[in-house]
């Protein structure tokens, strides 16, 4: 009788359990991955979506409402970190420089003569506000006060010292070859047809030389850091003119960065978050003039503005 062959079971494959492994390996990888893309939960993302961050520079930031912003924009996916610069001069070179993603705190006139002066080419990415300059006094109450001879500071800017100027000459104070223009300077004051002497100092500077003058230009920003007020001022320029489109303030960008989703995102979180623009309005002490205007029109009146300086050089 033949014996029959018992059946032998088929080798075990030494592949199976690496197969075993690189399968969950896969499975913990797109579950990590998960898992990761929703870090941003904890700043404000949205569920199922990566937490976009953005360094944003200005000059103030110690003002509310950038907090305000700061919370909205997580709430958008966006962990905004808002980066305070001492002064005007330093927030344009670190946004060049990869420092920062953007900006906040300048006008077009500024960012036109920074890139001119330093063969930069940063872009308005969105606007935010016209700010009036105003004419302060710790000694007279108004202009008719300040008596001929008397000296009055604004700053050494080059585009808020024309601003400033124009300001002077509509409040009686001095008179402008050719009638004043973004570009004016202190050469350009007609001393003989002035009530007053100008001197240009550091921006930052102007509050605390009101004690020594009879009036100063001082910008916005450090008007109620001097303890003084908005209402207060002698005189400011006109947001309505036509000609104020370039002291429109602007967040700027980097060329490459003029079409940046999260970006264009925070620009308009910013322009339609009203507990910001609130905060923008205190700030200002109910000066500010909101604007939203097209990324085209600012580029077209940077551009205007680049090529008129570019030409007085």
Known sequence: MSETNPQIAPPTSRRTPLLIAIAVLVVLAVVGGVVWSRSGDDA????????????????????????????????????LEVKDFADYTQPNPALSEGELDINQ??????????????????????????????LYSSKVDSVEDIQDGDTVVVPDDDSNQARALLILQSAGLITLEDGGSIYSTLADIDEDASRVQVKAIKADLTPT????????????????????????????DDVEDPNALPYVNIFAVRPEDRDDPALLELVEIYQETQAVLDGVQDVSGGTAELVKIPQDELQASLDEVEADTAARQ
């Open 44 to 79: 404000g993302a949205a569920a199922g979506e990566r937490s976009t961050k953005v360094v944003l520079g200005t000059v103030g930031a110690s003002d509310p409402y950038w907090q305000v912003l700061v919370d909205a924009a997580a709430e958008e996916g966006i962990d």
């Open 105 to 134: 705190f300048q006008h077009i006139v500024y960012l036109a003569e920074y890139n001119v002066a330093n063969d930069d080419d940063l872009v308005p990415l969105g606007s935010t506000a016209i700010y009036p300059l105003g």
């Open 209 to 236: 030389s009101l004690p020594d003058v009879a009036a100063a230009v001082i910008n916005n920003d450090f008007v109620e850091k001097a303890g003084l007020s908005f209402a207060d001022a002698l005189a400011t």
